[in-house]
């Protein structure tokens, strides 16, 4: 008589995929029912510390009545990813202490109630201490005290409005920064101008994060040209002594200025860039020009930061922005790949009408001559569409060509056109610009995080590669030969690519790999080699892939070793399959790590951040990565080992 084990291994024998399709079912259910009803998928993004903590100090700068449950949620929050290790927040899950992150999360708590006594604020407090006090902290966290008067002004970079005067050749200017620093700067400078003090109704201030010691003011930025540096410090001290000086009705124009530059893009309910630090900046410029909460634009500004909440029966967080639009086309791709065409039609047909054609973006002024059709990251962000958004619903929407036939063809042509008349003078893309890449300006003093610029990347370009080989352009054409050249001297030695909006390298190469046999680059290429090998040679003895958020050192020493995730598992066997080693023992065990590892719900765990911000600065946990990612991965195995097929790139 068999057994149910002996039966188990009889079917296994009889299909060998069966396994991996019983996974892949499960997981596209488990997807599928995430799915909204009208088509389109968003998932919690979280960052650090940061964020939350910026939330509540923004009600107290307001001196909106205290929501006593709520900040109740988010001091649990709060508490709960403080590190047991250095007494501190970091900047990620188990990541190294941040001097900022931690004042703010300290200055947050103790305006919640904590008391500094507590064991969890003292550890926290030493730490700052230990690290140089409150004074070592960021440019942005500087601004933040002020705005408190928990910091002096004398401690933040001058910011003149008159900037947004200036004439576009001029070496400063806010067209040369990335949309990003645009929509934070542009409100600041009417506060660094005003300099208002929050209403604070509790008068809270963290007297005791200080050392005494003086208050660091100049570039602190590293890896930096010093003459640049130098330059712009002594710009800074001759700003600060001649501040009183310039004619009012300049400066008036000045404010005017910023004001109506905020007012055209605040986004509805959406807010300025979509971004909570834009938002969150624009409510207080609002504010501080005398403009009452019943004010239309501050009202809207107020209730586009409301919408980032998420708030559950224990704890609340406040997301630095939401994702639907990339994580319904990337799920989109794996509900194709699963063979859920219906919910990816769902998705296309949400998708389609949130494409930008009519708003000539602050992109425009680079590339006047571009027609519009991008889309956003976001709901709706009109002036910011971005390239790799872009180009993942393009491809999306090509795959479904055979089902839907011409329904979505304008839309593509219009998607496309838009990004290849952004590609940059070096053959590469940027995320939201062409051509920004003024490197010098990162010497600014207000610009410490190094992250002022939007430059072309590797994974931006290998997303539009893919983009243009799946609709049909030849590897020969002058833009495909020059993004081909720029993705090839982009090769780290090793032979891995550097990934500016995912971690890291593993999802640089992902990106890459895939471009390349889209585009006809064959895996006996030497830069494909390379990466495969290298690929190969990171994988974790458990059979998955892993790789931690500090690989973005500044010294590009390459990947960081950390715990498999099921995320960088599954790019790491994508970009793999692209390169055709369907068949490698690598492949083989990164799919059973897949399968092991798959939560009773279908879906993936996973609590470490493989999301990029601004390297070193700044990073993500996409909720919606392990979701779509691991499925897409199973998914195109199972159909290339059943259709013995090697020649696949992003979306094809």
Not at 297 to 308: K, N, P, T
Not at 432 to 452: I, K, Q, T, V
Not at 599 to 618: A, I, K, N
Request: proline share 6%; net charge negative.
């Amino acid at each position: 008589m068999s057994t149910v084990a002996d039966d188990a291994l009889a079917e296994r024998a009889a299909d060998p995929l069966g396994p991996v399709d019983h996974a892949v079912e499960r997981a596209a259910s488990a997807l599928a029912s995430r799915q909204r009803d009208d088509g389109h998928w968003v998932f919690e993004l979280e960052a650090d510390a940061t964020i939350p903590a910026e939330y509540v100090l923004l009600r107290h700068y307001l001196g909106e009545p205290v929501d006593a449950v709520l900040e109740a949620k988010i001091g649990r929050y709060l508490r709960r990813i403080q590190s047991a290790e250095h007494g501190g927040w970091g900047l990620f899950h188990a990541g190294a202490f941040d001097v900022s992150a931690t004042v703010k999360a300290y200055y947050a708590l103790k305006m919640i109630g904590d008391d500094p006594g507590e064991p969890h604020m003292a550890r926290a407090r030493a730490a700052v201490l230990a690290a140089g006090g409150a004074a070592a902290s960021n440019v942005f966290t500087r601004i933040q005290l002020a705005l408190y008067g928990a910091g002096p002004w004398d401690a933040v970079p001058t910011m003149p409005p008159e900037l947004i005067l200036a004439p576009r050749w001029f070496p400063i200017h806010l067209s040369k920064t990335s949309y990003w620093a645009r929509t934070v700067v542009v409100p600041l400078l009417v506060l660094a101008t005003l300099k208002p003090v929050a209403r604070n109704p509790r008068g809270v201030r963290v007297d005791e994060l200080y050392t005494g010691r003086p208050v660091r003011t100049g570039s602190k930025a590293a890896g930096l040209k010093r003459s640049w540096t130098i330059a712009f410090n002594t710009l800074d001290h001759l700003l600060k002594a001649g501040d009183g000086l310039w004619p009012k009705g300049m400066r008036a124009r000045a404010i005017d200025r910023c004001v109506a530059w905020v007012t055209e893009r605040l986004n509805g309910v959406d807010g300025l860039g979509a971004i909570y630090p834009a938002m969150a900046n624009s409510v207080m410029m609002f504010d501080a020009l005398g403009h009452p909460p019943g004010h239309r634009a501050r009202a809207m500004a107020r209730e586009s930061v409301e919408r980032l909440l998420v708030i559950r029966d224990d704890e609340a967080y406040c997301q630095p922005c939401v994702s639907p639009v990339w994580d319904t086309a990337l799920a989109a791709h794996a509900m194709m790949e699963a063979g859920d065409d219906a919910a990816a039609d769902r998705a296309l047909a949400w998708l389609k009408p949130r494409q930008v054609l009519d708003v000539a973006g602050d992109w425009a002024e680079a590339r006047p001559a571009v027609r519009p059709g991008g889309w956003a990251f976001q709901y709706r962000n009109d002036h910011y569409p971005d390239l790799d958004d872009t180009a993942v619903v393009v491809m999306a929407m090509d795959r479904a060509r055979g089902r839907l036939g011409t329904l979505n063809d304008e839309a593509i042509g219009r998607g496309a056109d838009w990004t290849v008349g952004l590609q940059c003078s070096d053959g590469g893309w940027g995320a939201f610009d062409a051509d920004n890449s003024y490197h010098y300006l990162n010497n600014l003093p207000f610009a410490d995080h190094g992250a002022l610029l939007d430059p072309p990347t590797a994974d931006v370009s290998a997303r539009v590669v893919s983009m243009l080989a799946q609709l049909g352009e030849p590897q020969d054409s002058p833009r495909m030969a020059a993004a081909l050249a720029y993705l090839e001297r982009e090769q780290e030695a090793e032979g891995s690519w550097f990934g500016r909006w995912g971690v890291n390298y593993i999802y640089g190469t992902w990106s890459v790999l895939c471009a390349l046999n889209a585009a006809g680059i064959g895996p006996e290429t030497p830069m494909v080699a390379k990466a495969v090998a290298w690929l190969a040679a990171i994988q974790n003895d458990d059979g998955g892939w892993g790789e931690d958020c500090e690989s973005y050192a500044l010294d590009r020493t390459g990947h960081t070793s950390a715990p498999s995730t099921a995320s960088q598992t599954a790019w790491a066997l994508l970009g793999l399959m692209a390169a055709g080693e369907v068949e490698s023992p690598a492949v083989a065990r990164g799919i059973a790590w897949l399968q092991a590892h798959q939560s009773d719900d279908g879906l993936w765990g996973q609590e470490h951040y493989t999301g990029g911000g601004f390297p070193r600065v700044f990073y993500l946990r996409y909720h919606g990565y392990p979701a779509y990612f691991p499925l897409w991965a199973m998914a195109r195995y199972r159909n290339l080992k059943r259709s013995n097929g090697t020649r696949v790139g992003f979306g094809m």
